[in-house]
């Protein structure tokens, strides 16, 4: 709460016996008002909007897409298939790289010569780099930023995450803002192309759903949903209702997948199978036991795990063993006015992501053998293994290329099965975009594959680069039977408090004369009306009764700012102390009280110096409302509601909540 000049409220506190399940305190500030919890029906109905729109946000580590569904909110689809899910589409430059009805894009920007490059831009740039143009910019090419997001940074010398830590070192930026600056660009495309194939408006209720990794804390989806809603804010994608759900990329990719024959022949009630999402960054592996059919629900039974093996570090390891190899070279290519940099990742990189890498299978070549790449420019040189224009490339260092990756994945699924201690598994269900590499596939029939454990993927013609972003559409869709409405946060409000001897935060806090009242009161206190671990149910709400005082011209608002935490908090402490470190800002709602001055409902006091004053009561009300919390200010308390706010919880609870 921000420090302001007129006066503190005070507050009491006491619980409704419906509400007892609660973890709040029920210790008393001050005579005068009351905090209540209680169940109470939606009130104010509004009009139903023209259309609603679901949209997927699928923001991998390497590759992002968003799918979509638009449909008459008053008649919702009961059952969609997977086809009649669109997606976003025409991505700058896309066509220079791939078909330009690619529903993904690149999750890679570039803060260059006081520009944002992002998506295809990045690589279109770099393949058209001169002799002349600053190869150290290279160096500000963000990548990975999304495995930050819920990095402690206590392994500063973790390869894996070393490009995109010096990257943003570089441009000094975050890697909060290097997602949010990306994700404003992919959002400011999806709302032009859904305006001119959808007639997207303002009008629409639209409802996103956002995937994330299952490993992620609460910290970190708490922070990807702040990103989202500041993204979906300024690009202007909130329509006339807007509310966001929570979904495991697993889980979302797993609903795509079970829409598929051969693989519900498979997965049925009471089996347990083994989820690997190969992604480009990262690979996760999960094991769930279906616990029904109708719609498919099921629930992790062993803790799932993660790990930055993706096919992107293939890609790493070539081109990390190609600059060795070509380190001694000072020029390539067919034409001079481009650089060395240029003509690597036009003719090498890029050869080798599609023309080896996705088909790479260890069993189709020989001992020894070598495959070519072309490269313009390079001179034979057998003791390098150099071509006339050729650059060789032996089984054994693909092998090398593909090692961390297959042996990491293989290590995931090897720790899912030791944690099941001997349950059966009747499937590995192999996702993601990696899952189509012949030799993942491969490497894992040969180390897990019998006739009682099967390694199952969808047929090779499925676009596996949207089964995430079509999957949380379907699941979206369907939100039926998913997790108890557990909270993952505390909530509370900022607010000042009469001094107290007995309270231990009031003690190690300063205290200060409030000029009008001239009583004691202690500074931006936290009191935290809504904890965590408590089932949160629809229409609950908390109600705190607070006052202020003003002077007679004074104008009357107020302010008030509601917090998370995901941490063991602390009542009367101020949100500063060390043992409320963690806070986070979810919200602020604010009012007028000027409608007592109008009525004339204001009553005049006096203090003790003579000085005149009004007291003014009021009430906030935070009430459930889906994932979402609705605040307003009533005024007389409990009463007329002068000002409202929306304040987002989806990440408050598991993902899969409604």
């Known amino acids: 709460m921000a420090q302001r000049s007129n006066p503190p409220r005070r507050v009491r506190r006491k619980l409704a016996p419906n509400a007892s399940s609660t973890s709040a305190s029920t210790s008393r500030v001050s005579d005068e008002d009351g905090v209540q919890l209680r169940h109470s029906p939606r009130s104010e109905q509004s009009l139903p909007p023209a259309k609603k729109l679901l949209l997927c946000l699928d923001y991998g580590t390497t590759l992002t897409s968003i799918s979509y569904i638009a449909f008459d909110p008053n008649d919702p689809p009961t059952d969609v298939h997977p086809r009649a899910i669109r997606y976003i589409a025409n991505w700058p430059l896309a066509s220079r790289f791939v078909n330009g009805a690619s529903p993904f894009v690149p999750s890679e920007s570039w803060y260059r010569d006081g520009k944002f490059l992002w998506g295809h831009e990045v690589q279109h740039t770099l393949r058209n780099l001169s002799e002349i143009d600053d190869i150290k910019s290279i160096n500000c090419i963000v990548q990975l930023p999304k495995l930050l997001l819920d990095d402690d940074g206590e392994d500063q010398d973790d390869d894996r995450l070393a490009q995109p830590r010096e990257a943003l070192r570089n441009v000094g930026k975050t890697a909060r803002d290097a997602i949010r600056d990306y994700l404003m660009k992919v959002f400011k495309h999806t709302h032009g192309q859904l305006g001119k194939y959808e007639g997207f408006n303002n009008t629409w209720e639209v409802e996103l759903a956002l995937c994330v990794p299952s490993k992620w804390s609460t910290f970190a989806q708490l922070t990807m949903q702040e990103i989202t809603l500041e993204v979906v804010d300024r690009t202007d994608m909130r329509g006339r209702e807007f509310s966001i759900f929570i979904i495991d990329e697993p889980e979302a990719a797993v609903t795509f997948a079970l829409r598929h024959e051969n693989i519900r022949e498979i997965i049925k009630k009471e089996s347990n199978f083994v989820v690997c999402d190969a992604g480009g960054g990262t690979v996760d592996a999960i094991t769930y036991k279906v616990r029904q059919e109708d719609p498919f629900r099921f629930d992790e039974i062993v803790t799932p795990a993660g790990k930055d093996c993706g096919s992107s570090y293939i890609n790493q390891a070539f081109i990390e063993e190609s600059r060795e190899r070509l380190a001694h070279i000072i020029e390539l290519g067919r034409e001079p006015r481009y650089s060395k940099e240029a003509v690597l990742q ?43 224009g050729i650059l060789f490339v032996t089984k054994d260092q693909m092998n090398n290329y593909f090692r961390r990756s297959l042996e990491g994945t293989v290590k995931l699924i090897t720790e899912q099965l030791e944690q099941l201690r001997g349950q059966e598994v009747e ?103 809504i904890r965590k671990d408590r089932i949160l149910n629809q229409g609950e709400s908390a109600e705190i009764y607070m006052h202020r005082a003003f002077k007679p011209d004074e104008k009357m608002t107020a302010y008030e700012t509601i917090y998370f935490s995901d941490r063991r908090i602390f009542q009367h402490y101020p949100k500063d102390h060390p043992k409320n470190h963690g806070h986070r800002k979810a919200g602020v709602v604010e009012a007028s009280l000027e409608v007592l001055r109008r009525r004339n409902m204001l009553e005049e006091r006096i203090n003790e110096v003579g000085d005149v004053y009004h007291e003014v009561h009021y009430s906030i009300k935070l009430e459930v409302n889906g994932r979402n919390i609705k605040a307003t200010i009533h005024c007389p308390p409990g009463q007329e509601v002068q000002g409202q706010a929306q304040i987002c919880i989806a990440a408050a609870f598991s993902p899969g909540t409604n």
Request: proline share 3%; charged share 30%; glycine share 8%.
């Open 346 to 388: 036009e003719d090498l990189f890029r050869a080798f992501e599609h023309e080896r890498k996705r088909i790479y299978d260890p069993a189709d070549w020989e001992e020894g053998e070598s495959r070519e790449l072309r490269i313009f420019g390079l001179r034979e040189d057998s003791t390098r293994n150099f071509g006339t």
């Open 427 to 529: 499937a590995i269900l192999l996702l993601g975009g990696f899952s189509g590499s012949p030799a993942l596939k491969r490497c894992l029939n040969d180390t897990f594959g019998s006739d009682k454990l099967s390694v199952i993927h969808l047929d090779q013609d499925i676009d596996m680069t949207t089964a995430v972003s079509r999957g949380g559409v379907l699941r979206a869709l369907n939100k039926e039977d998913g997790p108890r409405r557990k909270l993952r946060l505390n909530l509370g409000v900022c607010l000042s408090e009469p001094y107290n001897e007995r309270f231990r935060g009031h003690l190690e806090a300063h205290y200060f004369h409030n000029t009008l009242n001239r009583q004691k009161y202690v500074r931006d206190c936290m009191d935290w009306v």
